[in-house]
């Protein structure tokens, strides 16, 4: 069975900070990574995910992240984090080609300062 | 707002008492997912249905919970002679069944409480 680390639980940050998230998952197949968002008060939103091809995807306001294989990583990164970034970052995993349930981390929570 | 829609948003019950969730799938989506969120964790898989063939259960659905989709559109997720550990935000999400693309689209969640 897949699972997925996130080694920081809770991050505060300055505006204008630069931010990495990680992420580390186990499992010995294929695998397509998402990173979901969840906003103060708001349902969970896709903020990027990786299928295939370019390692480095790059998703909506201005966030990345870079699938490195051999690490089992899928680390997240903005060079700028804005107060409105403020929220909690969930890393998940599923197994590539499948239709099943999507095995999350346990969060990360950002908080950006003024 | 065409996106997934839960209902109700939030319910308190008292222990012992049975309590009933619905989801409502973005239209034309064939898969329907429960999750299950506790405070400090992830979202942790619960059930999965293929229009209306439920095909996987976790573990953590235990005999008193049940899942329908009846035919193939909304699901109902059902808690019987519910505990305090049952307290949780119950998550739901579809996704299209024709890629094999798995992007998950998430409701707003039933948070339920149990006295």
Not at chain 1, 85 to 101: P, Q
Not at chain 2, 61 to 66: G, K, M, N, Q, V
Request: proline content about 4%; aromatic content about 12%.
């Amino acid at each position: 069975a897949q699972s997925v680390s996130q080694h920081n639980h809770h991050v505060i940050l300055s505006e204008a900070a630069s931010l990495e998230l990680g992420c580390n998952y186990s499992y010995g197949g294929t695998v397509n990574l998402f990173w979901y968002v969840q906003y103060p008060g708001q349902h969970l939103q896709l903020l990027l995910k990786y299928f295939s091809g370019d390692p480095l995807v790059k998703g909506i306001k201005g966030f990345e992240a870079e699938f490195i294989k051999s690490k089992f990583s899928f680390n997240l990164r903005k060079p700028s984090v804005q107060w409105s970034d403020t929220a909690e970052y969930f890393c998940a995993v599923i197994r590539t080609g499948t239709a099943s349930k999507l095995t999350f981390g346990t969060g990360t929570r950002l908080q950006v300062t003024l | 707002d065409t996106g997934v829609s839960q209902d109700p948003r939030h319910k308190i019950t008292k222990r012992g008492q049975n309590v009933t969730f619905r989801c409502d799938p973005i239209s034309e989506h064939n898969r329907l997912y429960w999750y299950r969120q506790t405070l400090g964790q992830g979202p942790e898989f619960l059930t999965y249905f293929q229009n209306e063939a439920q095909l996987e259960k976790s573990r953590l659905l235990s005999d008193r919970f049940s899942a329908e989709r009846p035919k193939g559109s909304f699901s109902t997720l059902e808690i019987q002679r519910t505990e305090q550990g049952d307290s949780a935000m119950y998550l739901c999400a579809s996704s299209p069944g024709r890629s094999s693309y798995n992007e998950q689209f998430f409701g707003p969640g039933t948070r339920l409480t149990v006295l």
